[in-house]
């Protein structure tokens, strides 16, 4: 049996990026690209996963946990430098898997395809490759005559003539692990970087009579890497393109991909419809025939089906069927809505549960409530929850009706059938079926603005 370790470095500054985190740390599609690179990994059948870190670790281990081993890098001397602190954790190996902690959109597909290749071929190295219309700050395939891989050049130290290949080397290569352990042992920092180049061993192998290979992938964009903001926007469209499209495909209809943010662990059923601006989080799913958005941000919510959400920001809640929400209502973790509900415009929800047919339409704070079915809060309605120290819960029976700007001070409890006057502040319990009023009664005072005048 043979066995394959990757290890994916992300150990580097990440200088052009001008960032103060790890570059790898930063987000495609609402995921640290090192995540999309162990995926990956993991969808190739890859579990030995080594990641070389150094320049703020602190984030990236953060990030990946004990999913992985780590190797430290503690002085950035290069890609070569980077590889040989992994070895140690890859010593029982055949194979290794090298990757890039900023090349995220490499699928796991095509790492298999090349780990087939490097096999039937008998290499003891395979570069990953790919021609490219703009070459630019890529390392250059230099083959001899008969085609065969001869070295990398790196651009910074590439002459005339080898800037205009365009065939580059992806960062990602499969290795023999005992000829990459020798290969590394023989480079040098003579270049114009002072590092020790992972891409001399190519050279160093092939002049050891080594078999030494390229694969090239289908698909160039795979090996998109991210070395400043603005390659980070262009790798995030295509992630974000691949994922609307999936979703696509699964009848899905999203009104403008381009303005659309769908995490990658996002559910989707059919016939559900994806308006634009919408950022859409975590383990959030979506039913079918349920409508999102315009400027809907939700975060691991549940939507049931037939529901709409519109301009509504949601965490950690579950909506359920045939809701209406919005625009402008702010669901914030721990609320259930059920269904049939209404929660309108400029309504906040707070670790709550509404019962079924129950409508908060306008102008209202729900936090830290119980309320049953066919509810009807009146405009301007808050439930008192928090005394300065502690919050406190209000519960809310069936069938209540709670007048408008009506002040509900926790704890306390509505009975069902409970009618609350508009204007109340309710302090006491209100019995099921009574009508509860807790404001000064009206006093007229006749002819008052005449004699005020006089
Ligand atoms: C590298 C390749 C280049 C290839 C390109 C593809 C080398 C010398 N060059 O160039 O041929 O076309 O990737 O994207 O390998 N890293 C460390 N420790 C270090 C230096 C780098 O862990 O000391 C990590 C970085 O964090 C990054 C990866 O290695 O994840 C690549 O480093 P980077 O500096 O981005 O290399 P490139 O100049 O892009
Ligand atoms: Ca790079």
Redesign the pocket.
């Known amino acids: 049996m043979t066995k394959t370790a990757a290890i ?7 200088t052009r990026m001008h960032s103060p985190h790890a ?2 740390w930063h987000a495609v599609a609402q995921r640290p690209m090192i995540k999309w690179v162990e995926s990956a990994c993991r969808a190739a059948g890859i579990d030995k996963i080594i990641a ?4 703020r670790q602190d984030e990236l281990r953060a990030v990946l946990g004990d999913s992985v081993l780590y190797a430290e ?1 503690k ?8 590889v040989m602190q992994a070895m140690p954790a890859a010593a029982e190996v055949d194979t290794v898997i090298i990757l ?4 995220p959109l490499i699928q796991g597909e095509t790492i298999q395809k090349a780990l087939q290749f490097h096999k039937a071929e008998g290499n003891a190295v395979t570069v990953m490759t790919a021609a490219l219309e703009n070459p630019t ?4 395939i230099v083959r001899d005559m008969d085609g065969q891989l001869l070295c ?1 050049t ?2 910074k130290d590439a002459d005339a003539k080898t800037l205009q290949i365009k065939e ?5 290569y499969c290795f023999r692990r005992e000829a990459l352990e020798q290969a590394l042992q023989a480079v040098r920092a003579d270049n114009a ?1 002072g ?6 061993t190519i050279a160093i192998l092939r002049a050891a009579g080594e078999r030494t290979g390229a694969y090239c992938m289908e698909d160039a964009a795979e ?1 998109g ?1 991210v ?1 400043d903001m603005l390659q980070l926007y262009e790798v995030d469209c295509i992630m974000r393109k691949r994922i609307a499209m999936r979703h696509m495909a699964n009848g899905v209809h999203i009104w403008n991909m381009e303005n659309t943010y769908i995490a990658p662990e996002v559910e989707i059923a059919a016939g559900a419809e994806i308006r634009p601006g919408c950022i859409l989080n975590g383990n959030t799913k979506i039913a079918e025939n349920a409508i999102v958005g315009p400027n809907t941000t939700l975060e691991n919510c549940t939507v049931g089906m037939g529901t709409d959400i519109v301009e509504t920001v949601a965490k950690d809640a579950v909506i359920g069927k045939n809701v209406h929400v919005g625009p402008f209502a702010y669901i914030r973790p721990g609320s259930q809505i059920g269904d049939n509900c209404k929660v309108g415009d400029f309504v906040e929800i707070k670790n709550a549960t509404l019962g079924d047919c129950t409508k908060v339409s306008h102008l209202t704070y729900v936090g830290d409530a119980d309320v049953g079915q066919k509810v009807n809060f009146g405009c301007g309605t808050v439930t008192v929850n928090y005394d300065g120290k502690i919050k406190h819960r209000t519960s809310i029976g069936n069938n209540a009706f709670i007048g408008c700007n009506t002040n509900l001070v926790a704890p306390v409890s509505v009975g069902d059938g409970a009618y609350i006057a508009a204007g109340s502040t309710i302090t006491d319990a209100v019995p099921e079926e009574t009508l509860a009023i807790a404001r000064a009664r009206q006093v007229i005072k006749e002819n008052w603005t005449d004699k005020r005048n006089r």
């Open positions: 994916i470095l992300a150990a580097g500054k990440g570059k790898a070389v870190v150094g320049h890098q002085e950035l001397l290069g890609t070569g430098h980077a890039s902690g900023d090349v700050g890529y390392g250059r990398i790196e651009q580059v080397n992806s960062g990602m970087q590092e020790y180049y992972l891409t001399d090996m890497g070395n």
